[in-house]
């Protein structure tokens, strides 16, 4: 498997259902560059299909994505997952992707509490990504 250009950190199954819905790349399609995303996603789907179906990971790369794209849509969805996750440096990443909502009251409150977050990961992040919330 080659060396998936992201930088979170992450050592995931390729999805390339992910390539076909955002244009993510996957490491599928870099060795088999000769198939379509199509055939990568018949594959995957066929070897890791309980871990990728519909699973945390998508459901993250979507949330991910959508807010990347400045869709208001995702706030939800990185709440939901904020709130569940267990892997500090994901949770730090997605609540720097609340940025551009720091002015909603729900989201607002969220980046606060982090703000006493025992963690520096997180600090740091919402330090930088919404200084303007710093107390």
């Excluded at 519909?54 to 995702?74: L, P, Y």
């Excluded at 996750?85 to 002015?103: D, F, G, K, M, V």
Aim: charged share 30%; proline share 7%.
């Amino acid at each position: 498997m080659q060396r998936d250009p992201r930088r979170d950190h992450s050592f995931s199954s390729p999805d390339p259902r992910m390539t076909k819905e955002f244009g993510i790349p996957n490491a599928c399609n870099r060795c088999h560059a000769d198939e379509s995303v199509d055939w990568a996603i018949e594959w995957s789907e066929t070897w890791y299909s309980t871990n990728l179906v519909d699973g945390i990971a998508r459901r993250r790369t979507r949330a991910v994505a959508r807010a990347q794209a400045g869709d208001g849509k995702s706030v939800d969805d990185l709440l939901s997952l904020i709130d569940t996750e267990e892997i500090t440096y994901r949770c730090a990443t997605l609540l720097a992707l609340l940025q551009p909502w720091a002015y909603r009251d729900k989201v607002a409150g969220v980046l606060e509490r982090a703000l006493r977050d025992p963690h520096p990961w997180i600090r740091i992040r919402i330090f930088r990504a919404c200084p303007l919330i710093a107390p």
